[in-house]
């Protein structure tokens, strides 16, 4: 991916934020899709799913590479992400067990 050149912290810093923005919004989707799915969860071993999280963490390695990013970096996101959404999962899970 090619970016042009800032010139000054500000601008470096001004298009951080503007993406740091898209990717929280990003993040927001995520996670309205992610406890949409709890409702297809019938166990906790479901909602743990570690060949599922595998399956992801492969495929955002491939995507770090498609678009020059560090795969080290795009892993450990994903990771930290992805067991804060399985935290709130998990929560989600408990609730509707103690509806049924």
């Known amino acids: 991916m090619t970016i042009g050149k800032c ?3 500000e ?3 001004s298009h ?7 990717i ?3 993040i927001a989707e995520r996670g309205e899709f992610v406890m949409q799915v709890v409702k297809f969860k019938k166990s ?3 909602v743990l799913a570690p060949q ?5 963490i492969g495929k955002v390695r491939a995507l770090a590479l498609e678009f020059e990013a560090s795969p080290i ?8 992400m992805i067991a804060g959404f399985i935290d709130a999962e998990l929560a ?3 609730e509707k067990q103690q509806g049924s």
């Open 92 to 94: 989600e899970f408990a």
């Open 11 to 13: 601008e470096v810093r």
């Open 16 to 22: 951080i934020d503007r993406i740091d923005r898209q």
């Open 73 to 80: 970096i795009v892993e450990s996101v994903y990771r930290s």
């Open 7 to 9: 010139a000054t912290i």
């Open 24 to 26: 929280v919004a990003l």
């Open 52 to 56: 599922r999280v595998e399956q992801v």
């Open 44 to 46: 906790v071993d479901d």
